[in-house]
């Protein structure tokens, strides 16, 4: 399937900041999480900066780690759920071998 486009040759739109870039410069992002199986997808592009943002933050765990954050911390006060937070963001760091 070939789309025209006034912009020209192979140009991709990042899904985080709606750049344009090269397709040969974006990163594809599998929504599915799964790259290898590409018959009848089309893969959604991400520019390399967001890319690299998107590695330093895993959403998923990111809210995985604010509900044990929530229920270790509940009925405490701000600061308490922050050193909690801090406490278990650590622990999460260190554990996990990426
Ligand atoms: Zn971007």
Not at 11 to 33: L, N, P
Not at 82 to 94: G, H, K, N
Request: include cysteine; glycine fraction near 6%.
């Amino acid at each position: 399937m070939w789309r025209s486009s006034q912009r020209g040759r192979d140009e991709v739109t990042c899904i985080a900041c709606g750049d344009s870039v090269a397709r040969s410069e974006a990163r594809e992002y599998d929504k599915f999480g799964d790259r290898w199986d590409r018959e009848g997808k089309e893969f959604e592009h991400l520019c390399k900066p967001c890319d690299r943002e998107r590695c330093h933050q895993p959403r998923g765990n990111l809210e995985r780690l604010l509900e044990d954050v929530e229920s270790a911390a509940a009925g405490r006060d701000r600061d308490a759920f922050l050193a909690t937070y801090l406490e278990l963001a650590e622990r999460a760091d260190s554990v996990e071998e990426r």
